[in-house]
């Protein structure tokens, strides 16, 4: 069965870092576009980043566009969110999606497998 792993949330000050990672497994990794979303508290899940099958055309939410970073390893089979001077409001649960024949990235419906997220809070 399709697993979706996300590491590295906690807590950190504002103007830290931090790095997620998305582990895969039941699936062919690099068949997939891998996407992370968010949910901040009492809001809906909204797009942070994707990137295709192959690690090419990046794509960001204005909101983190400059300050994140998304890649992957298709031989590890894992996708990466890397996170720069991080903000209070960039509290949220932080979760990774897997999607196969997705043509508008930042919509979650386009993605097939989800995890379980991983928590990240900001604040001194």
């Known amino acids: 069965q399709v697993q979706l792993v996300e590491s590295g949330g906690g807590l950190v000050q504002p103007g830290g870092s931090l790095r997620l990672s998305c582990t895969a497994s039941g699936l062919t990794f690099s068949t997939y576009t891998m996407g992370w979303f968010r949910q901040p508290p009492g809001k809906e899940r909204e797009f942070v980043a994707v990137i295709n099958r192959g690690g090419s055309s990046p794509s960001y939410a204005d909101s983190v566009k400059g300050r994140f970073t998304i890649s992957r390893d298709n031989a590890k089979n894992t996708v990466y969110l890397h996170m720069n001077s991080l903000k209070p409001e960039d509290t949220a649960v932080y979760s990774c999606?897997?999607?196969?024949?997705?043509?508008?990235?930042?919509?979650?419906?386009?993605?097939?497998?989800w995890g379980q997220g991983t928590q990240v809070t900001v604040s001194s």
């Open positions: 999606a897997a999607g196969r024949g997705v043509i508008l990235r930042s919509r979650p419906s386009e993605y097939n497998y």
